[in-house]
């Protein structure tokens, strides 16, 4: 595998983004953040995302410094000081969550003012003010059925990538002897993409990792990504947790 590939997608918003996804995704209160958890869960992403080579920015690596700093002191056995005050003066411990928790309220305030910005916008974009003129001889003579992407995003291609990883593992026979091979991301990219069209255009996310060698997973996640940066293929999921199925775009293309 090239070492100086990477991969960088728009999908990435920012570190408190990916905090959110995880809050959400444990279903814990944001006010009430369990911080050893989340770390854990925010440094597994870190790790998937250096070893697939995805650019990370350097406010990521700042914010996994700032989770292990609030872990550590979070851990820490509180010390009974001596304090030369009247007993009855209660001294508030500053929770060290409290600046990280203000900021992630605020980033969400944003981001769902955004979210709700957009929808406006795709609204307001299906208001026409032109008189109506007849347009059928602009229309296809065959009415084509678009997939719509449904609420995937790259975070849910990296926990669709670990989950996929664990399954290989319990699959992986105890012992074998693999032949080491050198795997391309262009020819992986069309590999997918003959696939997809030899089984009419949509495959199974798992379905695409045929191999258990480890360089053979990483290409081929690679590859899609790639896929979906370059608009050849499209993700949809109906619902949380559920298989994330790949489509082929008409007219898909890797070039």
């Keep these: 595998m090239n070492s100086q590939y990477s991969v960088k997608l728009d999908t990435f918003e920012g570190p408190l ?11 814990v209160d944001i006010y009430d953040i369990p911080v050893a958890k989340i770390t854990d869960q925010y440094m597994q992403y870190i790790r998937t995302m250096q070893e697939l080579q995805l650019d990370i920015a350097s406010e990521y690596l700042v914010m996994a410094a700032t989770l292990l700093a609030i872990k550590s002191k979070m851990l820490l056995p509180k010390q009974q000081e001596e304090l030369n005050i009247d007993e009855s003066f209660e001294l508030d411990e500053e929770d060290p969550r409290e600046e990280l928790m203000m900021r992630l309220i605020e980033y969400r305030k944003f981001k769902e003012a955004a979210n709700e910005l957009q929808d406006r916008q795709v609204e307001r974009s299906l208001i026409h003010t032109k008189p109506p003129v007849n347009l059928e001889r602009y229309f296809p003579k065959e009415e084509r ?3 719509t992407l449904k609420g995937i995003t790259l975070y849910d291609m990296l926990d669709a990538y670990q989950s996929m990883l664990k399954r ?3 699959q992986a026979p105890v012992a074998k002897t ?43 996640f690679l590859a899609l990504l790639e896929l979906i940066k370059k ?4 993700c949809e999921q109906e619902r949380n947790f559920s298989d994330i199925m790949i489509y082929i775009k008409e007219e898909g293309s890797i070039h």
């Design 231 to 234: 608009k050849s293929i499209i």
């Design 17 to 27: 983004d990916l905090l959110l996804h995880l809050i959400n995704q444990a279903e």
């Design 178 to 220: 693999v032949k080491s091979q050198e795997y391309s991301i262009q020819s992986r990219m069309g590999e997918i993409m003959e696939d997809l069209i030899r089984n009419g255009g949509k495959r199974n996310f798992y379905s695409l990792f045929p191999v258990r060698e480890k360089s053979h997973i990483v290409i081929s």
């Design 168 to 170: 290989k593992k319990l």
């Design 145 to 147: 059925k678009e997939v």
